[in-house]
Each structure stands twice: as structure tokens, then as C-alpha cells.
């Protein structure tokens, strides 16, 4: 046992901090990485596929719908706003805001997961149809886990935002909620512009 | 409130020493029991589970071998037939790969990594024993099958379309495609633990600049890990959709394509190989300083080849795919990079050189097996850079050529560390040393078994003969050689025979180690052996690269930490300044039982697409278990509610 000397006391420092200053922060960051290099293969995979027919979507499969897909990918932009608002409030330590945003949020993430159903409808293709089908029902799926899990876990905050256990650090842990919400909503339009757009590009 | 932290300059007094201590022993510790023990999650329990629970298959890893090469030894034997011949190479490729090396070397960063850089446990300790779980039950899981003549028997990288529905009907490909799932998902999990703590759980004074080389490794792999296992667990996901549920990921006949299959595969299973290495290269470090009692020789050097070689490391997957017909432009971009490598992997042995020419080395057995390292690593650095030649592997592609390759690279650069390190930390986990008499014996045999086996395979590949093949005829003119290879293997079984009797004994009545029997320089060597639960009394403050070898006898630390919660310090990424307080979480059964529902999803999933919707309520379940707000504090949220 070695004999110690202090040299700082660091009774005074906070225990809530947000943003890059807190663990929750960078363990979200870790997730964000594994699944963007996730949806990022399931794009390149799309991409190679269609390497191997002269046209895509391939012959007699029609292109995707698009009208419930860019009502999705609309609400899903747009509800950043009140995922910001609530990330705002909550870095103000106001309860009240953080409560009223969550709130929103949540039936937000209800309405995209329900829309999500019709979106896989729109893609007019099976996914045991060709590899078209598989990749495009695979990138789909892939997202809708993270969201799915993204609702989960949204609604199950605001849940406790309202009950009467409300910790001050629970602010910091929405500021990180509402990061991964950034991610995950800001994450599909590109995949959006894939799946949905490009079959009548490509 | 103000953020910053004061300075103070006095010595806690012996008492207020004692009553901290006692605190914290009360705060931290795990109570006796079954309950509390699969309730735990300090790194150390955890950690320490995970490397055993890693050797464990190691040795089933190195039983399958054994087998084959019994059956090996001469021509048309029949102690395995043909089917079993593929389940048992296909058996221990994997478990050696995924349930061996990873796991091994992300467990011992897992217990070390808060030791040496003065933390009270890994950042998300929840998540750390979730990790743990969801590997064991995947290694169960892969074993049951196995004994229920389910192993997989495609290989360890199971190529479709062999392993497609077309060719493996039955379970045995799914099993391998779910154990890989499971296994990814654990490493996932401990290289996020490992980035989040180096970067923020570091003891103050503790800058990038003066980290230890091994958490340099481990921060590496770490990142390694989190791009590349994502490619491997998308391949697997996507084999098992197409035999579970008909898709054509990899079917040409639909649009398919089987050298997708190779790509995303491939792009994991390099990095893979640095992924094993790298952590390897950190041991060497540490050891060879320890043993040297100088530090490493060029420290940014090292640090940048460690950090090159992960980059590099991504950029040689087509290297495994020369015979599938790559544009010539790509192989020679491929050629190119596969021999850059070796540059960075020569800057660092040059430094361990230079280190040890200015030392005194002392050649205990840590040491010893750090030198077998820097010889095998050599034949098999070598025999690496003659087939990044296209040209060359063209001619030994599939043969004991490849074998005889890889096992150097693998066994040198990774085990024969590994070994290294046992010898080294075991004192530290135990708080007892190895006997080093044995531990020569198990050295020296090792080296030689080693050679034995896999040396004589360069030739037996240039005579051409194929691997994964179950037996040879006579007349091949293979029988000698093999049979030389296999008296090699028995050799190693011997040398592992007599490792396990000295960790044994040595538990028993091993000497005891102290806190620091070797002198070492980085923090864990400061706290006791084993560590405590709370591995330090008060959190240590650093201010050079070896911080137990300044010169002052006093160690300068923080103090204000409570000591009633799991209280711990979070620091800055680049500096490590003090910056905030964090209330770790306390022990729980939940990791656990959200393990139990992530294995019958999994498991579910091989039959049915319907497992999906069993499962995953189970898992959100679990997770919410997990959430659930227990044992909260009264006085943090008076605060908040002040306040709104
Ligand atoms: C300890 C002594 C070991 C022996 C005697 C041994 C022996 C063998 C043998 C006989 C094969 C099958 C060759 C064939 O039929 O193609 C094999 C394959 C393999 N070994 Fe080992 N091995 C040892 C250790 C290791 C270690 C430590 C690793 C990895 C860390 C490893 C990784 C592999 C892999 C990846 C394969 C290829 C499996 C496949 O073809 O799918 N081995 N080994």
C-alpha cells in the first residue's frame, strides 16, 4: 500500500453534465457508430446487388410507392424540432419543457412506427421475390429495429419523466435520448433516397 | 456551484485512510453467494469470468485439434470420418477465432484497463455483465449443438453457396450463423466499455500523451472492433434470412451473389486478425518495459503504428479473394497495401529491440514468452508477406501452406503474448505467483511443439497437399511429415497440461506476490493483489507516462469521491481534468436476465421467423427491468423539482 498525498478535492464538481462531458453521451456514440456501419453495409450491399441486373427495380416488380414514405421521411425531419425543444429544456433543467416534448416525441414515434407498416407495403416487392426485394426488405428492417427500440425506450422515459422518481441526471440521460433521436431520424433520409428513390433513377 | 476541482495539498490522516477504506469496502463489495455473484457487475468478477470462461474453450479449441491432428497422423486413418472431420475443423476455427481470441483479449482489457488507468470499474458496468452473459450462452450455445451433431462443418468462414440452403440443409450453418451473432454482439459491447472509459475514466494528469501502451492497444482494437464486426454480423444476419425465410442475398440464380458473401466477410476477418493482434502487441509492451526496467523506446512511434495498423488493417480484405478473379488493378493496389503492413509491425519491433538492447533484461518466463513471440510472429511475418504476392498464393491458396501461416501469426503474435500475460498479471488477479520452474518447462515445450506441428506444414503445402481434408492416401508420400506434426501437437498438449497443473498449485501455495512483485510502472501495480473491489482507496493523479516509477515515494490523489454510493471521477478526453461525478450503478440481476431473452430470440429465430415475436417483447422486458428506477436518491430530485 503505497502512502498517498492529496492534491485536489473534487467534492465540488457536478454530477449532471450534458452533451460530450457525460459517459451516456459517448456510450450513444458507440451505438450510433456500430448501427450507422450497419445500415451503411446494408447500402452497399444494395448497391452491389444491383450490379447484377440491367434494370432496377428488376423486370416485372414495379417501383416503390412514395407517397407514405415521404410523408415519413417529412415527419420524421420534422420532429427533430420538438426532440431539440425538449433537448433544450432539459439542458435548462426545466422538468416541465423536458415532460411536454417527451410527450410529443413519444406519440411522434408511435405514428412513424405505425406508418413504418406501410412502408414496407410500398415497396411493392416480397422479399423472397429476388435479391432486389431481400436488400430493399433488409435496409427496411434494419432501421425499423432502431426504431422500434428508439420507441421503446422514448416512451418508457417519458414514463418516468412523469412518475415521482425524476433524478436531476435523468436530464442528462434525455439530452442523450434525443441525441440518438437525431441520429436515427436523420440517418433515413438517405436510406429513404435508396430504398424509395433510386429504383426510379437507377 | 462551482466546476472546478480545488486544489489542496495535505495527506489523508491514517484513520480517515482506514474509515475511507472501510466505507468503500462496504459500498463496493460483492457478498458471498450465488445470488450476488450472478448479480455483479465489478470488472474484476466479470473480467475474470471472461478470461476463464475464454480459456475454457481454448482448451475445447485445442481438444478438436488434437483430434484432427490424431487423425492426421497417418494416411487414411480413421479415427474421424469425413463429416466429423468438417465439424471438428469448422469447430475449433471457430472457437478459436470467436470464442477464444477476441473474447480473451477484450477480457483482459476489461479487467486491466480500469486498473491501469486509476478507475473504480468500466464506464457501463450493466452493460459489461450483459456482455459477458450473452458470450457465454453463445459459446453454450454453439456446444450444445456441436454435441447434438449440429456443429457447423462449413468452416470458419462458411462460404455459400456451400453454406446456402441449397447445400447445408439442416440447422448446421444457422448454428453458426447465430453463434457468430452472439458473439459479435458481446465484442461490441466490450469495445464500447473499453473507448468510453479510456476516454473519460482516466485518473487526472493522465493525457492521452502519457497513457500506457497497452491502453493504447486496447483503445485500437477497440475501434477496430466497433467498424468492422457490423460487417460479419450484417453477412450472418443475411445467410440466415436466406435460409430461413427464402431472400436471395446470396443466390445468383435470383439476382444473388456469393462473393458478397466473400466481401463482407472478409472485410471483418482481416481486421480480425489485427483485432487479436493488437491487444497482444500492448502486452508486449508492458512486459518488455517491466522486464527492462526502461520505458518503451519511441512511445509515439508506437503509438502511431498501433494506430496505422488499425487504418491499414481495413484496407486488406481482398487479399483472402486473389483466386476469385479480382481486376488486376485491384490486386496490385491489395499486393501493395498487404506489404505496407509490415511496415508499422516493424517500426514497433524495432522499438522492443531498442528498449531491451539499453536494458538489463531479466529473462523471467513472462519475458521468455514475449521472446518466442518477437521469433514465431518473424516465420509467420515472413510466409505472410511471400503469399501478399498474387502470384504465389495462386499456388498454395487451399493448401497446409495457408495453415501452417496463419497458426504462426495466430499462435505467435497472439498466444504466445497471451501466455506472457498470464504469467505476468497472474500475481495480480490472485495475489500469488506462478511457479517460474514450471512455467520454463511449459515455455520451452510450447516453442517446440509449435515448430513441430506447423513447420513441417510449409512443405506438405508446397507438395500440395489441400486443407480440410479429413485423410490422404499413402501414396501422397505425406504420411511422415504429418505424423511429425502431430508428435508437435501432443508436445504443445503437454505444455498446456503442465500450465493448468501450475495455475493450480500455484493457487494454493504459490508464493505470495505483494502488491508489485515485478516493479512495474503503470497503476495497477499500485493497489493490492488481488484488488479490492474498489481498486483504489482514493483516485491516484498522474503526472508522467510511468507513474509508479517517479521518483517521489508518496502518490499524489483526489480525494471528495463519496464513499456511501458507487461514486466515481469522470475526466476530459484529451487532458483527463477532473470534470464531473458519476454514480455507478449497483449490482443487478437484470444484464443477466436481458441475456437470457436475447438467447431466446436468437435461438427461436433458427426455426422460426416467429421467434421475432417472442422474442423481442422478452428482450424490451428485460430492458425495461433493467431501466426500471430503483434505489434512487431523494435529495437530487428536490432539486430538480426546485428548480422547474
Ligand atoms: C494449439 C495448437 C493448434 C493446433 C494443433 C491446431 C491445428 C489445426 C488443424 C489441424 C487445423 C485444420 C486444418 C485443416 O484440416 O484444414 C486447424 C485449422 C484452423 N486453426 Fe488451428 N490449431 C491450433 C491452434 C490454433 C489457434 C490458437 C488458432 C487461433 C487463434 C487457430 C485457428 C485456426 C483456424 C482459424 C483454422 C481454420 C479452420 C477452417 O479451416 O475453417 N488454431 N488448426
Redesign the interface.
Known sequence: MRVTRAVADVSALPRTVFGHRSLMWWGTLGFIIIEGTTLFICAMSYFYLRRNYSTWPPEHIFRPALLIPTIQVILMLASNIPMWWADRASRRMDLQGLRAGFLICSALAVMMTILRWFEFRALNVRWDTSAYGSVAWATLTAHTTLLVLELAETVAFTALLFGNQVEERDLSGASDNAFYWYFLTGVWVPLYAIVFLSPYFM | ????????????SVPE?ERVRHELEQTWRQPPGLLPWLKSVDHKSVGKRYIITAFIFFVLGGLEAATMRAQLARPENTVLGPDAYNQFFSMHGITMMFLFAVPMMTAIGLYLVPLMIGARNV??PR?NAYGYWVYLFGGLFLYISFFLNTGPDTGWFSYVPLAGPEFTPGKRADVYAQAITFTEIAA?VG??EL??TI???RA?GMTLNRMPLFVWAMLVQAFMV??A???V??AT??LA??RL?????F??A????PL?WQ??FWFFGHPEVYIIFIPALGFVSSIVATFTRRQVFGYPAMVLSMVATGFLGFGLWVHHMFTTGVPQLGQSFFTGASMMIAIPSGIQIFCWIATIWAGRPRFTVPFLFVLGFVVLFIIGGFTGVMIASVAFDQQVHDTYFIVAHFHYVLIGGAVFPLFAAFYYWFPKLTGRMLSESLGRWNFWLFLLGVNLTFFPMHQLGFEGMPRRVYTYLEETGWGDLNLLATIGAVTIATSMLLFVINVVSSLRQGAPAG?DPWGGETLEW?T?SPPRPYNF??IP?VSGRSPLWASS?????????RTDVRDT??T??LDAE??????HPNPTIWPLLTAVATTILFVTLIFTPWGAVIG?PLL?LG??GW?W?RG??KW??Q???G??
Open positions: 456551484m462551482s466546476a472546478e476541482a480545488v486544489p489542496v495539498q495535505a495527506a489523508p485512510e464506464a457501463f452493460l461490441l469495445s464500447v473507448i468510453v476516454f473519460k475514466n487526472p466497433l467498424f464486426m457490423p460487417w454480423a450484417t444476419q443475411f434470412m436466406d425465410v427464402a431472400t436471395h442475398f443466390n445468383p435470383e439476382g444473388g451473389d458478397l466481401h463482407l502488491d499500485a493490492s482507496a482514493y493523479v515515494a508518496e502518490m499524489p490523489v483526489v480525494t471528495g469521491l471521477l469522470v476530459t478526453v477532473p470534470d464531473s461525478k458519476h454514480r423481442t424490451l430492458l425495461l431501466g428506477p434512487r436518491e437530487e430530485q432539486l430538480v423539482e428548480e422547474a
